[in-house]
């Protein structure tokens, strides 16, 4: 299956775009994120509104931006068109994504004015990078060196090596305490500017890691056929705002339950990430910061309520939030919360035509009065699952147990074997493979186990 994108080749290339894309409150600037995608199809993107642009990503951007726009006769999308264009791979009709401008009607003196609170790249100043740094030290390596000529040899000298680094050579005898004050100034100056650049080459290490291990994760399909993913219609903005109001009172009662624990504290809700492309994981980091609410786990735990699909794969987490009654969304949730500036409802965006099971057992939780637990496998007799399976021994256990059912250690007290089994067969054992676990729980029945026999 080809990457989302890839489809067609460079499938927006006859677009220059302009992107100003802004949080609600005008301080968090999400255009370089936008920018990136749209250069992956092909698209130029300018860096100022001039007369070859025919496209403006447009999210809470400036006022005169949105005018000049209009003015000109220029598409004015929003950042959902730009999704969809990656992800179906062909150029989607700008007029089922229009942009929306929330300060159209609004006086002068309340329009909002930009002020972006992102912390810029720090670059030391150094001798290299700097002009006018330079540009003293030079002054100072020709007036010591003019005062070499002039009084003689035995005078300090100060000079530049090879490398630009700083060398104090005092020659002579008088005033040593001065000599010595100095070249350990110099000393401690040389000392400054090489710690600095092995910090930015950390960063920049650490950054890598970071990228690795996000996209760890979404490397982990247990299917081993991919699901397709064409065009198919998705919410509107008028559905998604209609069913906003639900999100608005989950907002507040958000805020209130924040302001009965104190502040310092950790959201008690978690949302966990799965198949899902790095660009889309910053956007999801940069919304969930931004609009509180949320902290993000790596895997699904107690306090996960959210399961977030980059692509519609049944991966592990995908199948343990099933089980423990989470909201299993598409990236699509995100992008309109962002767009509306609060979370909002979720059902528009739950994944229900590729995982049934997952609104079922949402359900179920809902509506237990305690602690939720499963019943899909409590009929089921105990289990004992090989330690040589694939997904691992202690996932498909967590599962099975999430789902009612129970497990063994022992071999000999099990009457359902679970995976590969060395050892020689008995015949009143059922000896199935791991997706008879796997297919039971995405279609919220207990499978015939005449078809996941292990010969």
């Known amino acids: 299956m080809a990457a989302p994108g890839s489809l067609g080749g ?27 995608q749209l250069v992956d199809m092909g698209a130029k993107v300018s860096k100022t509104f001039n007369k070859q642009v ?22 004015l999308v929003s950042v959902l068109w730009v999704d969809k264009c990656r992800v179906a791979g062909v150029h989607i ?31 030391p100043r150094t001798p ?18 003019q005062q070499k000529t002039t009084l003689g040899t035995n005078v300090p ?38 710690n600095l650049s092995p910090t930015s080459s950390q960063m920049i290490e650490q950054s890598d890691d970071n990228t690795v291990n996000l996209l760890h994760e979404a490397s982990l399909n247990l299917s081993h056929d991919t699901l397709c993913s064409g065009v198919k219609s998705g919410p509107t903005r008028h559905s998604v705002v209609a069913s906003s109001r639900k999100g608005c009172q989950d907002l507040l ?22 198949s899902m492309p790095s660009e889309k994981y910053s956007v999801v980091i940069q919304v969930v910061n931004r609009l509180k609410g949320f902290s993000l786990a790596q895997e699904v735990c107690g306090s996960t309520t959210h399961v977030l ?45 590729y995982f049934p099971a997952a609104p079922l057992c949402r359900q179920e939780r809902l509506s237990s009065a305690g602690q939720y637990r499963g019943t899909l496998f409590a009929d089921q007799p105990t289990m004992f699952i090989s330690p040589a399976s694939n997904p691992p021994r202690a996932k498909l256990g967590e599962l099975v147990m999430l789902c009612g059912g129970r497990v063994t250690q022992v071999p000999r007290q099990a009457s359902i074997f679970i995976g590969p089994s060395p050892g020689r067969k008995k015949e009143t054992v059922k000896y199935l493979s791991e997706t008879w676990i796997l297919d039971s729980i995405s279609q ?9 026999l292990l010969p």
């Open 444 to 452: 919220h029945k207990v499978c015939a186990s005449e078809n996941h």
């Open 309 to 353: 699909a980059g692509k519609p794969r049944r991966t592990l987490s995908v199948l343990l939030g099933i089980a423990r009654g989470c909201w299993i969304l598409s990236f699509e949730w995100v992008l309109w919360s962002l767009e509306m500036g609060h979370w909002i409802s979720e059902e528009p965006f739950e994944l229900s035509n």
């Open 253 to 274: 009662r958000l805020r209130e339950e924040s302001g009965k624990k104190g502040r310092g504290q950790e959201p008690t809700r978690t949302l966990v990430m799965t």
């Open 10 to 36: 460079p499938v927006l290339k006859d677009v220059v775009a302009y992107v100003e894309v802004w949080s609600a409150n005008g301080t968090e600037n999400y255009s370089k994120t936008f920018r990136n």
């Open 54 to 75: 025919t496209h403006v990503v447009f999210k809470d951007g400036y006022q005169s931006t949105w005018e000049k726009a209009q003015k000109r006769g220029v598409k």
């Open 157 to 194: 000298v100060l000079s530049f090596e090879s490398n630009g680094s700083l060398v104090y050579s005092p020659t002579g005898k008088v005033c040593r305490g001065h000599h010595s004050a100095m070249k350990k100034r110099l000393q401690e100056m040389k000392e400054k500017r090489e």
């Open 93 to 123: 009709d700008e007029s089922l994504f229009p942009a929306a401008n929330t300060n159209q009607h609004l006086p002068s003196l309340l329009k909002k004015k930009r002020k972006c609170m992102q912390p810029k790249d720090f670059i």
């Open 128 to 145: 290299e990078n700097d002009k006018r740094l330079q540009r003293k030290f030079e002054k100072m390596a020709k007036e010591l060196q």
